[in-house]
């Protein structure tokens, strides 16, 4: 039997992943650092980092609207 406490946490998750503006913003970004990598190389952390800063951004507009 699962435990009620890691439920919010996989509600959470699964919200995240299944929220389409959040589909919509990571594969724009992913079609961007394709299309900039073609273009102008850029170092792999700032890549990382761009995603990074998408998720967090995603993350809080999901907990404050």
Known sequence: MRSKK???CTQSATNYLTDWKNILTHSIVGVAILLIA????VSPY???AFVGVVVAFN???MRYT
């Open 6 to 8: 890691y439920e919010p």
């Open 38 to 41: 073609l273009f102008a190389p």
């Open 46 to 48: 700032i890549r990382i």
């Open 59 to 61: 993350v809080l507009r």
